[in-house]
């Protein structure tokens, strides 16, 4: 059975550049990092080189990229040192984040080390920047984690606004950058964020590896404590052949940016323009089919009467690759929590969530919507 793969969200296929620069970190350059011998600075070469790649992209130092095993641990590292080291008493952010969000604020909120506040939503799902900014004037020493690009409804925070304000209120500002990082161009010179989060498999890179940027004025106590690597902060053996394929993938995607981003956005133009002529009523939930979202996502509640889990089922049958929500929470029975926080579920009505790539093809789409139009017959 052909897929036709349409969760680009969840995850990116690895792109075969950067499979062929991780093969050698594989077999032949396989030293460990730490070791003094020449297989060894091999390593450790390799790792620098890597991390002076990602910097540059970034536009900030080497010194303030830390290599992780992806964006969850990232962004549990952010919180926890916020808490612990930085004096933050309260965190500030949406129901609509990552679970790695969501569930460590809920978890440190009942521990008694932080109070837990959450920013009111516009309908569609935005953050209100007014209700943010009197959180900010009425509660002091706060972390304030918001999300750039919301990986089920495509909503974008305004990151630079929400930079300025949490600087001008003297908060920590974090934000998991994991659905738009090789998507969008960050200058974190410019950017006054004090962390900030990404995965290598969302951007055509391996699974497993991911990084944070944490600014050189921040200093916090290592959450995994070992052999001193990444300067202290993470302890363990580098994910070497990881680090070095999620370096060329960020280099692949700031390389060819534009022209990715015209083709996933054409495709997913496309592929709601011919959902709402297939399917009169559909509703598109969030900010996903306005043309200032996120360019890879698209939510929808089709509007005849069918069970979610069923007609997700039925795609996966016919070969169709899509979700109904986070790949993190799979298996939820209670739905899309980013969904039920807007007021977007709706019972008895199939939600998908569509994400494109740079290799989604519009016969792909047309596939797709075949499909879908004799399944909802």
Sequence with gaps: MKSIYLDNAATTPVAPEVFEAMIPYLTEHFGNPSSSHHLGRRSKTAIETSRRIIAKALNCQPNEIYFTSGGTEADNLAMHAAVRDMGCQHII???????????????????????????????????????LEELLQTNAHCYVTLMHGNNEIANLLPLQEVAEMCKQYYAVFHSDTV???????FDLQKTPVMMLNAAAHKFHGPKGIGFIYINRSVKIQPDITGGGQERGLRGGTENLAGIVGLAKAIELAYAELEEHQQHISAMKQYMRERLEKSFPGIVFNGNSASAESLYTVLNCTFPTHSNSDMFLFLMDLEGICASGGSACSSGATKGSHVLSAIDALRTGQASVRFSFGRYTTKEEIDETMAILERLMR
């Excluded at 604020?105 to 939503?121: I, N, P, S, T």
């Design 93 to 131: 952010t949406t129901p609509i984040e990552h679970s790695a969000i969501v569930k460590t604020a809920e978890l440190l909120d009942q521990q008694g080390k932080a109070k837990l506040h959450f920013v009111r939503l516009t309908e569609n799902g935005s953050v209100d920047l007014k209700h």
């Design 179 to 185: 659905q738009t990082m090789g998507h969008y161009s």
